[in-house]
């Protein structure tokens, strides 16, 4: 029920399109901005530009596209480190993630992984979590 075809949106799109990453090139959020530029300029038959405004921990490039003109035109790729991070660090990011953007789709998942030096004595969380509870112990991570 839920594979049915939608109706075009008027001559959407009728123009390039404009993919920005709130990051610097070369970067895992700039290389899945190309991948997306490229498929949907095949799928659309317009012009899909990849553009990088990099800064202040994706705010730049968030701020960019909040002010950018509502049309469907300019589409932030971002990370859950700018929509849910940055608003409690920065006192001003420029834009409300809840109040200027509408979510679209998910392009990628980034696990993440918990590692530790080879030679190190912690081998399981059970290790880490005794570790980082034990008195006078101070733990280091990145």
């Known amino acids: 029920a839920h594979a049915q075809v939608l109706p075009k949106a008027g001559d959407?799109?009728?123009?390039?399109?404009r993919l920005v990453s709130p990051f610097p090139p070369g970067g895992g959020n700039d290389f899945h901005m190309r991948l997306v530029?490229?498929?949907?300029?095949?799928?659309?038959?317009?012009?899909?530009?990849?553009?990088?405004?990099?800064?202040?921990?994706?705010?730049?490039?968030?701020k960019y596209v909040a002010d950018s003109k509502a049309d469907g035109y300019t589409v932030l790729l971002s990370q859950v480190s700018t929509m849910a991070v940055n608003p409690a660090l920065y006192r001003a990011p420029g834009f409300d993630?809840?109040?200027?953007?509408?979510?679209?789709?998910q392009v990628n998942a980034a696990p993440l992984a918990i590692v530790v030096?080879?030679?190190?004595?912690?081998?399981?969380?059970?290790?880490?979590?005794?570790?980082?509870r034990a008195d006078g112990e101070r733990l280091t991570y990145a």
């Open 12 to 17: 959407f799109p009728n123009q390039p399109i």
């Open 37 to 62: 530029s490229n498929e949907l300029a095949a799928i659309t038959g317009q012009p899909a530009v990849a553009e990088n405004r990099a800064g202040a921990g994706g705010n730049i490039g968030a």
């Open 97 to 105: 993630p809840l109040k200027s953007f509408v979510p679209v789709t």
């Open 117 to 132: 030096a080879a030679n190190s004595p912690i081998k399981t969380m059970a290790d880490l979590r005794a570790k980082a």
